[in-house]
Antibody
Framework: VQLVESGGGLVQPGGSLRLSCAAS????????MNWVRQGPGKELVWVAF????????TYADSVRGRFTISRDNARKTLYLQMNSLRAEDTAVYYC??????????WGQGTPVTVSS | DVVMTQSPLSLPVTLGQPASISCWSS???????????LNWFQQRPGQSPRRLIF???NRDSGVPDRFSGSGSGTDFTLKISRVEAEDVGIYYC?????????FGQGTKVEIK
């Protein structure tokens, strides 16, 4: 199982960013997927969930209405569109698969810094 | 949201000695389907998290058998029977029974 995130970087408050997570070595379309973030020196926080065909999505209260999770099963890629970014969104963002329960595999993470 | 509380937050251990981390949830983690969705994760310095234990006591593939999980309801424990140098890192419990899924604050394991 491989999960490789990309798309992170420095963005100004109020800006947007789209993260990607490329999956390989497993049948991506068969698994629920998530984004989890970790602020500097802080604990892990679940951000968003999507089911296998993308028809069901859920979000943490802190990002609902600003972030959108989606997936392209043909491209084996998970996305996180982040709008209206705030300083408190600064974190490393991980994609994680739900297998045998929750969060069985994680990517290496992509850092997002929101600062002027 | 379900609050997950870990203790201790810092755990200095001697190589070869046992270690134990406790985790409490603010609500019972028994799901309506009968399962208890309590997981444990290890995060080594500079690495992404790795799941060690799922559904209280099931070790993930490749996890050494010195790691074990136990507990029920609201009280859970991760034990390392004999700590090795590679076990240094932060350990998190996490519940998946209730939405949203929530993590504990983390327990930092270091070698004395």
């Amino acid at each position: 199982v491989q999960l490789v995130e990309s798309g992170g970087g420095l963005v100004q408050p109020g800006g947007s960013l789209r993260l990607s997570c490329a999956a390989s070595e497993f049948t991506f379309s068969s698994f629920w997927m998530n984004w989890v973030r970790q602020g500097p020196g802080k604990e892990l926080v679940w951000v968003a969930f999507i089911n296998t065909d993308g028809t069901t999505t859920t979000y943490a209260d802190s990002v609902r209405g600003r972030f959108t999770i989606s997936r392209d099963n043909a491209r084996k890629t998970l996305y996180l569109q982040m709008n209206s970014l705030r300083a408190e969104d600064t974190a490393v963002y991980y994609c994680s698969r739900d297998g045998d329960g929750h969060f069985d595999y994680w990517g290496q993470g992509t850092p997002v810094t929101v600062s002027s | 949201d379900v609050v997950m509380t870990q203790s201790p937050l810092s755990l200095p251990v001697t190589l070869g000695q046992p270690a134990s981390i406790s985790c409490w949830s603010s609500q019972s983690l028994v799901h309506s389907d009968g399962s208890t969705y309590l997981n444990w994760f290890q995060q080594r310095p500079g690495q992404s998290p790795r799941r060690l234990i799922f559904k209280v006591s099931n070790r993930d593939s490749g996890v050494p058998d010195r790691f074990s999980g136990s507990g029920s309801g609201t009280d859970f424990t991760l034990k390392i029977s004999r700590v090795e140098a590679e076990d240094v890192g932060i350990y998190y419990c996490m519940q998946g029974t209730h939405r949203p899924r929530t993590f504990g604050q983390g327990t930092k394991v270091e070698i004395k």
